[in-house]
């Protein structure tokens, strides 16, 4: 049996695709020799190497390797796996060799691996089904995934730990690649909670004790599941790993705390906001996930329609005032104020935000994270921002009366200001400042345009909503946006100060042409984007202000 030609690799392959990562300038000379060195103490595959001393992204290393090999990836459809070969392969056999069989033609057996420099597998299925071997290069993750779907196993893949640092030496990479087998249970099942929550593209885990369990939930898309439960006697356990990552007191079970942990999953570098709050069954713990290195920070990719990008793009090259954002959390407003941010960004133009934590790091814009247990709140960041010549200014959140003043001042001085409210309309931004204290007249001589949105799950491609693997069976899989930009003309600024209502702006708003979201949404559903139960879940329609399907 030979492996198709363009995948016969010599044993040295690893080496020449080393050489090709520095020549591509992917990989410094010295992460090279670490890999090189990593791989002879350990000889553990090639992906697992790179990936676990940080020097590779998962997903990039796959692209790569099929670049280099002249192989393609893989794209793994469980639903479409033919189950006699599988059978015939053996699951036992292909978890040993972590391999997948796609499919078998009468001219080759093609095989999803994730080391395309490791073949015995491959070779021995070759031999097996008599059939010359096409690899394809898939994540190991997904194969991984892939098995236990098929295998019917609920939990996760053993995990591996955290990687290394590049400022790590030889010693401690070897040690941490030596450990990959032999971590603490606690240990690894911390790291395999946050491995599966990141893989599965969760914002947030929660792990709650019960009076008798402890349970593992993570929202994914905007729903809350259960993943998984375990012994109530791992929870101390549990509890001290989050502290010392989180580096909180790991003696305090009285009082809630909060905190910030960084962990690597897969050669990436992830991190995660920590809130604990004590419970009458145990500490429990929410991991807020910020991820954001998956996310494209565009304003199309978000699901803005072309005509409602530009008019956006246009609002944000005013010279100056203010440009809101709003919704619940989660929805989507930071990375909808950060593409616009983006594509502003300019070696003509000085850019500061101010956030609490700082979600996207994006070079050439100077980001500062507001710490209250020194005092330096939104408020006091945004007077210092003030003093270094800003054009730009991002706030985070307006979330008080001083904050709120401070950014007006800043747009009447000549400045450009984004900035977030938690309020359920764009008019509803409007009524939100006046309850602040905020003077009539310096709302509406500042506020540019108010932008609410939400964030809707996208009806699954691969069945049409039915359900299928790819979307856990539950007819959708991604989210997309749905909004109402409403832009502060004179008759609206005119209207702020004589006691006009949340509805009364609405209704001027869309006398004068503004789509309420929740005909924007319902238009979504009816052009099969979402559906028209999603739009009800997410719209309140006693708080959207629109009759949604009525």
Do not use: W
């Amino acid at each position: 049996m030979n492996i198709r030609p363009g995948t016969d690799t010599p044993r040295d392959g690893f080496e020449r695709f080393l050489t090709h990562l520095e020549g591509q300038g992917v990989l410094r000379p010295e992460a090279s020799q670490r890999a090189r060195n990593g791989r002879a103490s350990t000889d553990h595959p090639a992906d697992t190497v790179l990936i676990e001393l940080g020097l590779a992204r998962e997903s990039d290393l796959a692209r790569h390797m099929a670049a280099f090999l002249g192989l393609a990836e893989a794209r793994i459809d469980t639903g479409a796996l033919d189950p006699a070969l599988i059978d015939r392969a053996g699951l036992s056999f292909l978890d040993t060799h972590q391999i997948l069989p796609l499919e078998m033609t009468d001219d080759a057996l093609v095989v999803a691996v994730a080391d395309p420099f490791a073949t015995d597998g491959a070779e021995i299925l070759g031999y097996s089904f008599d059939r010359p071997v096409e690899l394809r290069v898939c994540p190991r993750s997904r194969i991984l995934d892939a098995l236990r779907m098929l295998s019917g196993q609920d939990t996760a893949p053993p995990p591996t730990p955290r990687a290394a640092t590049p400022e790590d030496g030889d010693g401690e990479d070897l040690e941490r690649l030596q450990d990959i087998a032999r971590e603490a249970p606690v240990i690894r099942f911390v790291t395999q909670v946050i491995q599966t929550a990141v893989d599965r593209g969760a914002t947030d885990l929660h792990i709650e004790p019960r009076a008798d369990h402890v349970c593992i939930r993570m929202r994914c898309d905007g729903m809350l599941d259960v993943v998984e439960t375990v012994p109530r006697a791992m929870l101390p356990g549990i509890a001290t790993r989050i502290k010392i990552l989180a580096r909180l007191n790991i003696a305090e079970r009285r009082m809630p705390q909060d905190g910030r942990m960084r962990a690597t999953v897969r050669g990436q570098e992830i991190d995660l906001r920590v809130s604990i709050l004590p419970s009458v069954h145990g500490e429990s713990f929410v991991l807020r996930i910020l991820d954001r290195s998956g996310v494209a920070l565009t304003l199309d990719a978000l699901g803005y329609a072309p005509e409602a990008a530009a008019h956006l793009r246009q609002l944000a090259r005013v010279p100056n005032g203010i440009i809101l954002v709003t919704g619940p959390t989660g929805s989507g407003k930071t990375t909808t104020l950060y593409s616009v941010l983006r594509e502003r960004q300019s070696d003509d133009v000085k850019i500061f935000t101010v956030e609490d934590p700082v979600e996207y790091r994006l070079d050439g814009i100077t980001q500062l994270q507001v710490e209250p247990a020194i005092d330096l709140t939104f408020a006091r960041a945004l007077r210092s921002v003030l003093r270094h010549d800003p054009d730009i200014i991002l706030v985070g959140e307006i979330r008080d009366r001083d904050t709120a003043q401070i950014a007006i001042q800043a747009a009447l001085t000549g400045h450009l200001v984004f900035s977030t409210l938690h309020t359920n309309s764009a008019a509803g931004a409007l009524t939100r400042l006046v309850d602040m204290g905020i003077d009539d007249y310096l709302i509406g001589a500042t506020i540019r345009a108010v932008v609410a949105q939400r964030l809707l799950r996208k009806t699954c491609d691969a069945c049409g909503g039915d359900g299928c693997a790819r979307c856990h069976d539950t007819g959708f899989a991604g989210r997309t946006v749905t909004y109402e930009v409403m832009e502060v003309t004179r008759e609206i600024a005119a209207r702020i100060g004589t006691g006009a209502t949340e509805a009364d702006l609405e209704a001027l708003a869309a006398a004068r042409g503004v789509t309420p979201m929740a005909a924007h949404a319902e238009g979504l559903a009816r052009r099969g984007v979402t559906a028209l139960e999603e739009v009800r879940r997410v719209l309140d329609r006693a708080r959207s202000g629109g009759d949604v399907g009525d």
